[in-house]
């Protein structure tokens, strides 16, 4: 179970299965099934440096060189995990990510941009960023447009694979 | 994996009840196969090659094989007990190894935190020492004397109780719950994970209940099994690595495992080995 499904509270990140809670150096606080039991130090979880930039959370990978990019007219509106890779993606995208990560599209109501961010098993995590505080209409229209995105990067992704 | 040891036990098919002349197409260990009832009302399991599987009919389910059991389904006593009610809860797909689901159903450390308000609830957190043995003439793996304060322990309770537990697993995919009866506090309630392994990461999980409750409405006993299985199958969906580890590895057991920890080595001692991996990666 990923502590990405758990919970804050406080300064401490804990499990959503067993309530195992963890401080910032990874180190583990508490095991609520033995609450008179101090956990020994050998438990812990790997930790990374994180930032927050143009409210967009980045995580590092080992020791990166260069700050994260600034996003800075752009809006976040929402995260969506592809079953794709991210050439599956340019490809139904029409365009290469830029160095950054991004790609743009257009959707109806607007050109929006995706920030792309491979994960494990070739799936992509696709943040979607609005061009400015476009409103409910472009929001919405912005968020049908990566949701096409995705089913037509899938499916490319499936012709790949077979 | 291996399937030989695994291939000649009893697994659930399908609820007897549910049947008709029409047949469930389902699947066993990745065997496609069809459960019917047949001209005379007998339950018929068919194998994905025409071949008549072995079938029991016990406990409101259909029980087949794929392979020749060299023993009879495990008995539940309490099966036959007058006065008991009997729910066939139905059925939940889960994306998991039905090893991983026995599991689950084994641990009581979650409950505060999966189930919260009703079979747990912070502060209540902690796990007091239980027994847990393999018993050697059953062949089954026990836990006995397990206590945990619950919110709502059954859909019967009206208000907190430290409920008691015992736990049993007869069968590699299958495990008895007996649990602290509200209303008739002489007896046990029965429920019970009957788990059905379509492939190594994939099942049917089929739970069943004999209860001493004369006053919930059966809809009521049914969704209240439900809640809680739902709120299982999100965990279990989302462990990692999807089959279980048998072997220590990156896992860090406490003592509010030691059931699980038995039942791993149950199953490694037999062989039973499918919807498993040798160590955690």
Known sequence: ???????????????????????????????????????????????????????????????????????????????????????AIEAAAGGKASPDGLVEID??????????????????????LLKGDAGLAAGIGASRAAESLRRRAEGLQREIAQ | MTMQAMIDEWYPVGLFSQLDSAGRKTALMGEPIEVARDADGNARVTGGDGRALPVRVRYGHVWSSLGEPKKELFPIPEADQPGRRFVDVGV??????????????????????????????????????????IREEEDEVWATQVKFYQPQAAKSASGGITTEYMYRVPAPTCSVL??????????????????QPLAEDLCDVWPWMALFDDETAMTDLIHFQQTIFLQDRSILENQIPRLLPLDPGMEIPTRADLTSIAYRRWLKRHNYTYGAQLVAQ
């Open chain 2, 178 to 195: 007996y649990k602290t009866c509200p209303p008739r506090p002489s007896e046990w309630d029965v429920i019970t994970l009957f788990v």
């Open chain 2, 92 to 133: 939940v797909r889960v994306r998991c190894s039905p090893l991983r689901a026995v599991e689950n159903f084994l641990d009581i450390a979650h409950f505060p935190f999966v189930h919260t308000d009703i079979l747990g609830a912070e502060p209540h957190t902690e796990v007091q020492n239980y027994k847990v043995e």
């Open chain 1, 1 to 87: 179970m990923r502590l990405s499904h758990g919970f804050v509270r406080g300064e401490a990140l804990s499990c959503i299965y067993h309530g195992w809670s963890y401080g910032q150096a990874g180190n583990c606080l508490r095991i609520p099934a033995h609450p008179g039991l101090t956990p020994p130090e050998t438990i812990r979880v790997a930790t990374h440096d994180v930032e927050e930039v143009d409210s967009v959370i980045w995580v590092a990978v080992g020791t990166p060189a260069l700050k994260p990019p600034r996003l800075e007219s752009l809006i976040p509106l929402r995260s969506l995990t592809a079953f794709a890779g991210i050439a």
């Open chain 1, 107 to 128: 959707a109806p109501t607007g050109a929006v941009c995706l920030l792309l961010s491979a994960q494990e098993d070739g799936q992509t995590l696709i943040h979607v």
